[in-house]
């Protein structure tokens, strides 16, 4: 298993941007695909974007893209998620979560999830 630990939530206003980052605990971060996943309030969790082990493939939810950047650096563990124009539809908490690959992280297979991260964006 992997420990991951958010940040970089917070409040922001429609059409502004936020930046969050997930920081890994292993030695072998380079072994799983990564992935962020929202919840939000009163709904159930969402794929939002994953990226494969060597960060050259990349997938996104329909609602998100060209908005919507996963990225990450195997020498830092670290994985983040840039996200610009935002919309309050975007509210939810936001999950760091580690697969085995991207394609089973679309069938909803992880290893680990980090504690969660708020996003609020106002309209």
């Known amino acids: 298993q992997v420990r991951l630990v958010e940040s970089g939530g917070g409040l922001v206003q429609a059409g502004g941007s936020l930046r969050l980052s997930c920081a890994a605990s292993t030695r072998t971060f380079s072994d799983y695909a990564m992935a962020w996943v929202r919840q939000p309030p009163g709904k159930d969790r969402d794929l939002v974007a994953a990226?494969?082990?060597?960060?050259?493939?990349?997938y996104y939810r329909d609602s998100v893209k060209g908005r919507f950047t996963i990225s990450r650096d195997n020498a830092k563990n670290t994985v983040s998620l840039q996200m610009n124009s935002l919309k309050p539809e975007d509210t939810a908490v936001y999950y760091c979560a580690a697969g085995q690959t991207v394609a089973g992280i679309r069938r909803g297979e992880f290893d680990s999830w980090g504690q969660g991260t708020q996003v609020t964006v106002s309209s």
């Open positions: 990226v494969t082990w060597s960060g050259t493939n990349t």
